[in-house]
Each structure stands twice: as C-alpha cells, then as structure tokens.
C-alpha cells in the first residue's frame, strides 16, 4: 500500500535549482519528466495496454515484437530556461518487466541510435510481469537547442514480449513550466 500511495503522490516534473559552481547571480535548473507509455495508444490500439497493480497508473504496454515491427515514438519540444543556452538531456530510466528469455530495448532520436539496454531474464510462470525494473540511464548526454525532436523506442522481443511502463528523461536548462514531452504514437512498420 505504501508504494502504491507513493506512486499516487510522485510529481510528473521535479525542479531542482542548483546553484553550486556557478558565477554569482547564475543558476542551473535540472528537471525530470515522465511519460506513461501506455499514454502513446490510440483508443484503437487499447490491445496492447495491460493491467499490473505495481505499475504506475497501473497500466503498461505490451509488445510482443520479433523483429522490430512497432516503434513508440515520442515527440520531445525542447524550450531552454536561458534561451542563450542549450539543453542538456539524457534518457535516465525506462521502467519496464518481463518474465521469460531477455529483450533488447532500442532508443533514437530524429533516428540516429543513441543506445540500448537488454532486459533481465526472468522465468516465472508469469510472476515476474507484476516485478518493475529500472533500464537505468540509455546512451549519452546530448546537447540540444531549441525544438522538436523524435524520440523512437524499438523492442526485439521473445514470443512474451516485454512491458513497458514510463520514460524519464532527465534535462538540465529546460524550462520547469513547459511539458517536455509533446506528443506520441505506437506505429507499425508497413513492408
């Protein structure tokens, strides 16, 4: 009950100012913003979505992918605190579970790959749907101005596939009161 009162109260963006280095007078803002991936599904694609009590809003995204046919895209409207500097992002954490062989979770952004992450094996019976993991941070810090970017997530999947519950990216000089996430779909390649 705990984590689930926890989940409840846990804010979509977390500011913090930090002041430690810096010339006087000057500030860094660092954030951290979230997206439920099941929030890309059109009402449509509701198949894919799947309830898990431990899941933050309880719902995740399932894909069930062999060969890299759906791509979650998610639109990224990047909006500098200091408009004379660039942002600073970074992919921190995709919370995921799987219960069977591991998956491999790719990343792009405007489709250059930026990383991946492989998921933990488990074999269960189906317990380990319910069991949340941290990917923990996915390829480098990039440096961006001011715009929009899309950010591509691609699974290679067992015949199980993997779920998916949130994103968070972590952007240092991304203005605390504009949403950094923009937009989203679940697409399937057409061959």
Known sequence: MASLFQRIITPLVVVVVLCSGLAEGQSSIEIQQHFELENVLRDDQQEYWVWRSEAYN???LRLEDMNRAHTIELRLCIEPFNPNQKVLIVV???????????DIVYLKINGHTIGNFTTVEQWRSG??????????????SMLVQKGHYLLAIE????????????IQINA????PTKRMFCGAALKKKTS
């Open 92 to 102: 921190s954490d995709i919370l995921y579970s799987n219960d069977g062989p591991s």
């Open 155 to 166: 699974v290679e999947t067992d015949k199980w596939g993997v779920e998916l519950d949130r």
């Open 127 to 140: 317990y380990e749907w319910n069991v949340f993991r941290n990917s923990k941070v996915i390829g480098p």
């Open 172 to 175: 240092e000089n991304h203005d």
């Open 58 to 60: 309880q719902k995740t």
